[in-house]
């Protein structure tokens, strides 16, 4: 079974800059989140999708962060303009269905922002 | 609210020795507990969860956790490490009342020494 994917695995981008991360989830797992993972801290979660609707995006910083997931599938984070304070490893992780189902994991995009 | 907290940032064992990683958490509700795993530049590996029934749960990589529910303590353990189970360790909690996501700990930094 394939995992969860995502690209691309490292990106830098200056600050002002916009940028964007792409996540495949794992194939019949309905619910898809976002976390920010800064160093040395556990993650955070940004925005989680049931299906292709939006179950929770309190954290989400909305003036700068956008995500979507068309058909419910495939789901793109991106950040306009990228702040210093934005350069973080962005992980995606997908489950079964919003219960409490154990979440699986991409590789993350370690983002730095100079 | 809901919080977990992993009071060691690092716990140092010799190869063979046993070895735990402490979780305390608070919730609302019953807990459901998760322990994850994270090597460098990789993203997180589900190892194992507690949702109701036995207190001891088993899972991957000859690791386990015991659920006290008086003590609200979820901890790791493994009766004999190997180098290679150097890596960080994240416990978290998740909660019926709360739309199940999942509130992370900090981590901690196991290090097995040979």
């Known amino acids: 079974e394939a995992g969860v994917a995502q690209s691309p695995r490292y990106k830098i981008i200056e600050k002002r800059q916009s940028v964007a991360f792409w996540c495949n989830p794992i194939?019949?797992?309905?619910?898809l989140y976002w976390y920010q993972q800064i160093l040395g801290q556990g993650p955070k979660l940004l925005i989680q999708?049931?299906?292709?609707?939006?179950?929770?995006d309190s954290q989400l910083p909305k003036d700068r962060f956008s995500a979507e997931r068309l058909k419910g599938v495939d789901s793109t984070l991106k950040i306009q303009p990228a702040k210093l304070e934005d350069s973080a490893v962005y992980l995606c992780a997908s489950s079964f269905s919003g219960g409490p189902y154990e979440q699986y994991f991409g590789p993350g995009t370690r983002l730095t922002v100079t | 609210a809901q919080s977990v907290a992993q009071p060691e940032d690092q716990v140092n064992v010799a190869e063979g020795n046993p070895l735990t990683v402490k979780c305390t958490y608070s919730v609302s509700g019953n807990p459901y507990l998760f322990w994850y795993v994270q090597y460098p530049n990789r993203g997180l590996q589900f190892l194992l969860k507690y949702i109701t029934g036995d207190n001891l749960v088993k899972g991957s990589y000859g690791f386990e956790a015991e659920f006290n529910k008086s003590q609200t303590s979820f901890h790791l353990k493994k009766p004999s490490a190997l180098v290679s189970d150097s890596a960080l360790y994240f416990c978290?909690?998740?909660?019926?009342?709360?739309?199940?996501?999942?509130?992370w700990g900090a981590g901690t930094k196991l290090i097995i020494k040979p």
């Open positions: 978290a909690v998740a909660g019926e009342n709360s739309n199940y996501q999942l509130i």
């Open positions: 999708f049931q299906n292709n609707g939006v179950v929770d």
């Open positions: 194939s019949g797992h309905a619910t």
